[in-house]
T-cell receptor, first 110, second 116 residues
Framework: SQQGEEDPQALSIQEGENATMNCSYKTSINNLQWYRQNSGRGLVHLILIRSNEREKHSGRLRVTLDTSKKSSSLLITASRAADTASYFC??????????FGPGTRLSVLP | DAGVIQSPRHEVTEMGQEVTLRCKPISGHDYLFWYRQTMMRGLELLIYFNNNVPIDDSGMPEDRFSAKMPNASFSTLKIQPSEPRDSAVYFC??????????????FGDGTRLSIL
Protein backbone atom coordinates (compact mmCIF):
# COMPACT_ATOMS: atom_id res chain seq x y z
CA SER A 1 0.00 0.00 0.00
CA GLN A 2 1.14 3.52 -0.70
CA GLN A 3 -0.55 4.89 2.39
CA GLY A 4 1.01 7.84 4.11
CA GLU A 5 1.42 7.50 7.85
CA GLU A 6 1.53 10.58 10.03
CA ASP A 7 3.52 10.71 13.21
CA PRO A 8 2.72 11.46 15.97
CA GLN A 9 -0.97 10.54 16.13
CA ALA A 10 -1.55 13.37 18.58
CA LEU A 11 0.48 16.39 19.64
CA SER A 12 -0.19 18.92 22.35
CA ILE A 13 1.86 22.13 22.62
CA GLN A 14 1.69 25.60 24.12
CA GLU A 15 0.82 28.65 22.06
CA GLY A 16 3.96 30.15 20.55
CA GLU A 17 5.81 26.85 20.30
CA ASN A 18 6.63 25.12 17.04
CA ALA A 19 4.80 21.97 15.95
CA THR A 20 6.36 19.32 13.76
CA MET A 21 4.44 16.50 12.14
CA ASN A 22 5.89 13.75 10.00
CA CYS A 23 4.54 11.67 7.15
CA SER A 24 6.04 8.47 5.80
CA TYR A 25 4.95 6.59 2.72
CA LYS A 26 5.88 3.36 1.00
CA THR A 27 6.01 3.73 -2.76
CA SER A 28 7.28 6.28 -5.27
CA ILE A 29 5.26 9.45 -5.49
CA ASN A 30 5.14 12.45 -7.77
CA ASN A 31 3.72 14.81 -5.19
CA LEU A 32 2.70 15.04 -1.57
CA GLN A 33 0.07 17.35 -0.14
CA TRP A 34 -0.74 18.51 3.37
CA TYR A 35 -4.28 19.33 4.48
CA ARG A 36 -5.84 20.68 7.66
CA GLN A 37 -9.23 19.68 9.06
CA ASN A 38 -10.97 21.63 11.78
CA SER A 39 -13.54 19.80 13.84
CA GLY A 40 -16.77 19.27 11.91
CA ARG A 41 -15.42 20.81 8.72
CA GLY A 42 -13.98 19.69 5.43
CA LEU A 43 -10.28 19.50 4.65
CA VAL A 44 -8.40 22.60 3.63
CA HIS A 45 -5.38 22.36 1.36
CA LEU A 46 -2.16 23.77 2.84
CA ILE A 47 0.80 22.94 0.62
CA LEU A 48 1.67 20.71 -2.34
CA ILE A 49 5.29 19.65 -2.78
CA ARG A 50 6.49 17.85 -5.88
CA SER A 51 8.92 14.96 -5.87
CA ASN A 52 11.70 17.12 -7.32
CA GLU A 53 11.33 19.72 -4.57
CA ARG A 54 12.94 19.50 -1.15
CA GLU A 55 11.32 22.35 0.75
CA LYS A 56 8.40 24.76 0.47
CA HIS A 57 7.18 27.58 2.62
CA SER A 58 3.82 29.22 3.06
CA GLY A 59 3.52 31.79 5.81
CA ARG A 60 4.22 30.01 9.10
CA LEU A 61 4.25 26.61 7.38
CA ARG A 62 7.36 24.82 6.18
CA VAL A 63 7.22 21.47 4.40
CA THR A 64 10.19 19.29 3.59
CA LEU A 65 10.32 16.20 1.43
CA ASP A 66 12.99 13.50 1.49
CA THR A 67 12.26 11.02 -1.29
CA SER A 68 15.22 8.83 -0.34
CA LYS A 69 13.64 8.26 3.08
CA LYS A 70 10.09 8.41 1.72
CA SER A 71 9.14 10.97 4.31
CA SER A 72 7.88 14.52 4.66
CA SER A 73 7.52 16.89 7.56
CA LEU A 74 5.21 19.81 8.25
CA LEU A 75 6.49 22.50 10.60
CA ILE A 76 4.14 25.13 12.01
CA THR A 77 6.08 27.94 13.63
CA ALA A 78 4.82 30.20 16.42
CA SER A 79 1.66 28.16 16.81
CA ARG A 80 -1.69 29.73 17.72
CA ALA A 81 -4.81 28.32 19.31
CA ALA A 82 -6.45 28.57 15.87
CA ASP A 83 -3.96 25.99 14.55
CA THR A 84 -5.73 23.34 16.64
CA ALA A 85 -6.90 20.82 14.05
CA SER A 86 -6.08 17.49 12.45
CA TYR A 87 -3.38 17.49 9.80
CA PHE A 88 -3.22 14.97 6.98
CA CYS A 89 -0.69 14.14 4.32
CA UNK A 90 -1.84 12.76 0.99
CA UNK A 91 0.33 11.10 -1.60
CA UNK A 92 -0.14 10.70 -5.33
CA UNK A 93 1.80 8.34 -7.55
CA UNK A 94 1.56 9.68 -11.06
CA UNK A 95 -2.21 9.84 -11.14
CA UNK A 96 -2.74 6.22 -10.23
CA UNK A 97 -3.61 6.53 -6.57
CA UNK A 98 -4.42 9.25 -4.09
CA UNK A 99 -4.21 8.19 -0.47
CA PHE A 100 -4.60 10.09 2.79
CA GLY A 101 -2.76 9.14 5.95
CA PRO A 102 -4.58 8.72 9.29
CA GLY A 103 -3.69 12.22 10.44
CA THR A 104 -2.10 14.00 13.40
CA ARG A 105 -4.36 15.71 15.94
CA LEU A 106 -2.72 18.96 17.04
CA SER A 107 -3.86 20.78 20.16
CA VAL A 108 -2.43 24.24 20.79
CA LEU A 109 -3.07 25.33 24.36
CA PRO A 110 -3.43 29.02 25.19
CA ASP B 1 -16.71 32.81 -4.25
CA ALA B 2 -18.80 29.76 -3.35
CA GLY B 3 -16.94 26.65 -2.33
CA VAL B 4 -18.03 23.05 -2.71
CA ILE B 5 -21.59 22.72 -1.45
CA GLN B 6 -22.92 19.50 0.01
CA SER B 7 -26.40 18.62 1.14
CA PRO B 8 -27.76 17.60 3.47
CA ARG B 9 -25.29 18.38 6.26
CA HIS B 10 -26.80 15.70 8.46
CA GLU B 11 -28.88 12.66 7.59
CA VAL B 12 -30.35 10.14 9.98
CA THR B 13 -32.28 7.26 8.52
CA GLU B 14 -33.21 3.68 9.21
CA MET B 15 -31.43 0.67 7.89
CA GLY B 16 -32.71 -0.41 4.49
CA GLN B 17 -33.67 3.06 3.35
CA GLU B 18 -32.21 4.72 0.28
CA VAL B 19 -29.85 7.61 0.96
CA THR B 20 -28.88 10.27 -1.57
CA LEU B 21 -26.05 12.70 -0.91
CA ARG B 22 -25.62 15.73 -3.13
CA CYS B 23 -22.68 17.84 -4.19
CA LYS B 24 -22.18 21.03 -6.18
CA PRO B 25 -18.51 21.48 -7.13
CA ILE B 26 -16.75 24.77 -7.61
CA SER B 27 -17.65 26.25 -10.98
CA GLY B 28 -15.01 25.52 -13.59
CA HIS B 29 -13.47 22.59 -11.75
CA ASP B 30 -13.09 19.52 -13.94
CA TYR B 31 -12.57 16.91 -11.24
CA LEU B 32 -14.98 15.75 -8.57
CA PHE B 33 -14.18 13.33 -5.77
CA TRP B 34 -16.27 11.47 -3.20
CA TYR B 35 -14.65 10.43 0.10
CA ARG B 36 -15.81 8.64 3.21
CA GLN B 37 -14.31 9.36 6.63
CA THR B 38 -14.60 7.10 9.67
CA MET B 39 -12.59 6.74 12.85
CA MET B 40 -11.63 3.19 11.96
CA ARG B 41 -10.66 3.60 8.31
CA GLY B 42 -9.80 7.29 8.05
CA LEU B 43 -10.37 9.06 4.74
CA GLU B 44 -11.13 6.78 1.82
CA LEU B 45 -11.46 7.85 -1.80
CA LEU B 46 -14.60 6.23 -3.14
CA ILE B 47 -14.81 7.48 -6.72
CA TYR B 48 -13.74 10.41 -8.84
CA PHE B 49 -14.96 11.99 -12.06
CA ASN B 50 -13.24 13.98 -14.78
CA ASN B 51 -15.49 16.11 -16.98
CA ASN B 52 -18.53 14.23 -15.63
CA VAL B 53 -17.08 10.82 -16.53
CA PRO B 54 -16.25 8.32 -13.76
CA ILE B 55 -12.53 7.59 -13.90
CA ASP B 56 -11.89 5.32 -10.94
CA ASP B 57 -14.58 3.71 -8.79
CA SER B 58 -12.34 1.08 -7.23
CA GLY B 59 -12.95 2.57 -3.79
CA MET B 60 -16.69 2.07 -3.88
CA PRO B 61 -17.21 -0.52 -1.16
CA GLU B 62 -20.16 -2.46 -2.56
CA ASP B 63 -22.76 -2.49 -5.29
CA ARG B 64 -25.08 -0.77 -2.85
CA PHE B 65 -23.11 2.39 -3.55
CA SER B 66 -23.49 4.30 -6.79
CA ALA B 67 -22.45 7.76 -7.95
CA LYS B 68 -23.51 9.91 -10.87
CA MET B 69 -22.53 13.22 -12.33
CA PRO B 70 -25.23 14.24 -14.82
CA ASN B 71 -23.65 17.64 -15.46
CA ALA B 72 -20.66 19.74 -14.48
CA SER B 73 -22.42 21.35 -11.54
CA PHE B 74 -24.01 18.41 -9.77
CA SER B 75 -23.17 14.96 -8.46
CA THR B 76 -24.94 12.41 -6.28
CA LEU B 77 -23.78 9.51 -4.15
CA LYS B 78 -26.51 6.99 -3.49
CA ILE B 79 -26.63 4.11 -1.02
CA GLN B 80 -29.40 1.58 -1.51
CA PRO B 81 -30.14 -0.21 0.75
CA SER B 82 -28.31 1.51 3.58
CA GLU B 83 -26.73 -0.38 6.49
CA PRO B 84 -25.51 0.77 9.92
CA ARG B 85 -21.88 0.25 8.86
CA ASP B 86 -22.37 2.95 6.21
CA SER B 87 -22.52 5.54 9.00
CA ALA B 88 -19.72 8.01 8.33
CA VAL B 89 -18.99 11.51 7.14
CA TYR B 90 -19.07 11.72 3.35
CA PHE B 91 -17.08 14.46 1.66
CA CYS B 92 -17.18 15.80 -1.83
CA UNK B 93 -14.18 17.64 -3.26
CA UNK B 94 -13.34 19.26 -6.56
CA UNK B 95 -10.15 20.36 -8.27
CA UNK B 96 -9.32 22.40 -11.35
CA UNK B 97 -8.07 21.33 -14.74
CA UNK B 98 -4.90 19.31 -14.85
CA UNK B 99 -4.15 15.84 -13.66
CA UNK B 100 -6.77 15.76 -10.94
CA UNK B 101 -4.81 13.75 -8.45
CA UNK B 102 -1.92 16.19 -8.70
CA UNK B 103 -3.89 19.32 -7.91
CA UNK B 104 -5.05 20.73 -4.57
CA UNK B 105 -8.57 19.61 -3.79
CA UNK B 106 -11.28 21.82 -2.38
CA PHE B 107 -13.55 20.06 0.07
CA GLY B 108 -17.12 20.63 1.11
CA ASP B 109 -18.07 20.46 4.78
CA GLY B 110 -19.42 16.95 4.42
CA THR B 111 -22.61 15.05 5.13
CA ARG B 112 -22.74 13.28 8.48
CA LEU B 113 -24.73 10.11 7.82
CA SER B 114 -26.17 7.96 10.59
CA ILE B 115 -27.92 4.71 9.75
CA LEU B 116 -29.95 3.33 12.64
Amino acid sequence: SQQGEEDPQALSIQEGENATMNCSYKTSINNLQWYRQNSGRGLVHLILIRSNEREKHSGRLRVTLDTSKKSSSLLITASRAADTASYFCATSNYGQNFVFGPGTRLSVLP
Amino acid sequence: DAGVIQSPRHEVTEMGQEVTLRCKPISGHDYLFWYRQTMMRGLELLIYFNNNVPIDDSGMPEDRFSAKMPNASFSTLKIQPSEPRDSAVYFCASSPEGTGLNQPQHFGDGTRLSIL
